[in-house]
């Protein structure tokens, strides 16, 4: 039997608002956030070397994001910035969704963790990729610890 997705190609944090998440056997994390009624949100990017947040400062890194209805009815919109920590979702049902890409080279030397802040009620879910150790989910490491 192939092994499925989860373990093999990404792991997950569903409830990954203002949370660590450790990048240190992965290659990446993708930030799925979602805020529903067209309120609009703002997400604040931050990298830390460990778990408790020791250094904690922000990772100016995101040139772009996607956005969409979040229901399944459109397809994901590309929108470039200048290079931030944060990105503004605006008050539009057509920017409920949100996905932000961080890469693991993007870090400071020394800084493994990141977390994505939502300032308004916005779901954050946390995908890491490209995982160093494939395995079965119920052996995946828990991703907010060193």
Same mark, same amino acid.
């Given at each position: ?50 778990? =408790? ?19 399944g =009815? ?6 470039? *910035?200048?290079?931030?920590n ?5 008050a ?8 932000? @890409?961080?890469? &693991?080279? =993007?870090?400071?030397? &020394? ?8 300032? &308004? ?7 890491? =990729?490209?995982?160093?150790? *494939?395995?079965?989910? @119920? ?8």
């Amino acid at each position: 039997m192939a092994q499925k997705a989860l373990g093999r190609l990404f792991n997950s944090s569903p409830a990954a608002d203002n949370v660590w998440i450790n990048l240190q056997d992965a290659g990446g994390v993708s930030f799925l956030c979602f805020l529903t009624g067209g309120a609009g949100d703002t997400y604040t990017l931050t990298q830390a070397q460990d778990a =408790s947040g020791t250094g904690a400062k922000a990772l100016a890194c995101i040139t772009e994001y996607y956005t969409n209805t979040g229901n399944g =009815s459109d397809a994901w919109t590309k929108r470039t *910035q200048a290079v931030a920590n944060t990105v503004v979702a605006a008050a539009a049902a057509t920017q409920n969704a949100v996905a932000i @890409e961080v890469l &693991g080279v =993007s870090l400071d030397d &020394g800084f493994q963790f990141v977390r994505l802040a939502s300032t &308004g009620a916005g779901a954050v879910n946390a995908i890491t =990729s490209d995982l160093a150790v *494939q395995r079965a989910p @119920e052996n995946l490491p828990a991703m907010a610890t060193a």
